[in-house]
């Protein structure tokens, strides 16, 4: 079974500043997807950032950044220029290509923002 | 508003009473998941619908457990004889079935007392 492994439950970080969260999986795929999701206080979950396992280039969208490290079973996610707003609970999750979609998540991270 | 919308949002239920959760995904969404999650942790799977079809379940989803989605619309998730242990929240998400972002709603907040 795949599992999802984010070992950090919590991290900080000073506005503007970057900071990196930890993700490590376990599957026996050779193609999958990896996702990044972000659940605000009381707000629901939404998507930040999407790999797919058969790409070698790095996701990126605007400020969100992955390192993805297949051989290692590694996908961490960087955030540039830290904004108040970025203040949210973070799960890595997976996903197997096919008919199966379910999600896999870990724990999550709880990511604040000093200003 | 055009997302995945649930209610009630919260539900406060004493132990042994049934409940029932609705979810109203994206209208163009084939595909339904329910997830569960408990505090400090992250969404785990419970099941999911193609159009009216239930799919796969998970072995968290115990016999006290039933979703439905007639119409291939809108889904519920009942809880029958609810213990202590089911308290959690209860997340629906939807998407297109060859798209494979999930899009959430703002989930159920389920306290059995």
């Known amino acids: 079974a795949q599992t999802v492994t984010q070992s950090q439950p919590e991290m900080s970080v000073q506005e503007a500043e970057t900071v990196t969260l930890s993700c490590t999986y376990d599957?026996?795929?050779?193609?999958?997807?990896l996702f990044w999701y972000k659940q605000p206080p009381s707000r629901q979950m939404i998507l930040v950032i999407r790999?797919?396992?058969?790409?070698?280039q790095n996701a990126t969208e605007n400020r969100f950044s992955v390192n993805f490290q297949k051989a290692a079973k590694s996908f961490s996610l960087k955030i540039s220029d830290s904004q108040l707003g970025d203040a949210a609970m973070y799960f890595c999750?997976?996903?197997?290509?096919?008919?199966?979609?379910?999600?896999?998540f870990g724990k999550g991270i709880t990511l604040s923002v000093r200003p | 508003d055009t997302g995945v919308s649930q209610n009630p949002r919260h539900k406060i239920t004493k132990r042994g009473q049934n409940v029932t959760f609705r979810c109203d995904p994206i209208?163009?969404?084939?595909?339904l998941y329910w997830y569960r999650q408990t505090l400090g942790q992250g969404p785990e799977f419970l099941t999911y619908?193609?159009?009216?079809?239930?799919?796969?379940k998970s072995r968290l989803l115990s016999d006290r457990f039933s979703a439905e989605r007639p119409k291939g619309s809108f889904s519920t998730l009942e809880i029958q004889r609810t213990e202590q242990g089911d308290s959690a929240m209860y997340l629906c998400?939807?998407?297109?079935?060859?798209?494979?972002?999930?899009?959430f709603g703002p989930g159920t907040r389920l306290t059995v007392t």
């Open positions: 619908f193609q159009n009216e079809a239930q799919l796969e």
């Open positions: 998400a939807s998407s297109l079935a060859r798209d494979y972002e999930q899009y």
């Open positions: 790999q797919e396992a058969y790409k070698q």
């Open positions: 599957t026996s795929e050779s193609d999958y997807y």
């Open positions: 209208s163009e969404h084939n595909r």
């Open positions: 999750a997976y996903r197997e290509t096919g008919a199966n979609s379910k999600l896999t």
